[in-house]
């Protein structure tokens, strides 16, 4: 079955301490997504990355950091710098660039800092 | 960054009743997608439209791309429970791959 998985679904963390969220992906897609969800909010996107090697900040991206070292894996960091880091986080894949248009979405991880 | 335009922000139903929501934009776009999301789950991608002034089904389910390429909406008909969640518009354009998304449409059916 190809999809994409983000583990774990709930994750809790104590202030301060940095946290990695995974996302895995066997769709073969080019680009990776992380977005964040408020309650009640849509999406913000954190940071992407079109092709291996290379990522790209999105509208809130401070106090996260990304890599992307294979096609298949797109690992996000919380770091402890994130003033809010208590959200759903949501990881999504699609095609390259000029490819059948569409972000695929992963089931989310929802993380907690107390 | 940039929002897309959604109403409503929320609707609360009879079970039976069909269901209206649209997005609009001041920019054009190329795609225009939308979305559901179950309580929990990730976003689920319903229907995309591709050229301006298409009209596609998808079950129960409508959409229409606008002409002017600045707005669509979304239309359920005989909306049943399992309707209930978040509905998003996406658009996109050309460029790449990234999604310019609507806040969501949060809808509850009542049996």
């Known amino acids: 079955d190809g999809g994409i998985t983000q583990s774990p679904k709930y994750l809790f963390r104590k202030e301060g301490q940095n946290v990695t969220l995974s996302c895995e992906q066997n769709?073969?897609?080019?680009?990776m997504y992380w977005y964040r969800q408020d309650p009640g909010q849509g999406l913000r996107l954190i940071y992407y990355?079109?092709?291996?090697?290379?990522?790209q900040k999105g509208d809130i991206a401070e106090g996260y950091s990304v890599s992307r070292e294979k096609k298949e894996s797109f690992p996000l960091t919380v770091t402890s710098a994130q003033k809010n880091p208590t959200a759903f986080y949501l990881c999504?894949?699609?095609?390259?660039?000029?490819?059948?248009?569409?972000?695929?979405f992963g089931p989310g991880t929802r993380l907690t800092v107390t | 960054g940039q929002q897309l335009n959604q109403s409503p922000q929320s609707m609360f139903i009879q079970e039976g009743e069909d269901v209206s929501m649209n997005c609009t934009s001041s920019?054009?776009?190329?795609?225009w997608l939308w979305y559901k999301q179950d309580p929990g789950e990730g976003p689920v991608l319903l229907i995309a439209?591709?050229?301006?002034?298409e009209l596609t089904s998808n079950g129960r389910l409508t959409a229409q791309f606008g002409i002017t390429r600045k707005d669509s909406f979304l239309n359920i008909s005989a909306s049943i429970p399992s309707d209930v969640g978040i509905y998003f518009c996406?658009?996109?354009?050309?460029?790449?791959?990234?999604?310019?998304f609507g806040g969501g449409t949060r809808l509850m059916v009542k049996p």
């Open positions: 769709l073969n897609h080019d680009a």
């Open positions: 999504a894949s699609s095609r390259g660039s000029g490819s059948t248009p569409g972000q695929y």
């Open positions: 996406a658009a996109q354009n050309n460029a790449g791959n990234m999604l310019t």
């Open positions: 920019s054009i776009f190329n795609t």
């Open positions: 439209l591709y050229k301006a002034g």
């Open positions: 990355s079109q092709i291996v090697n290379d990522f």
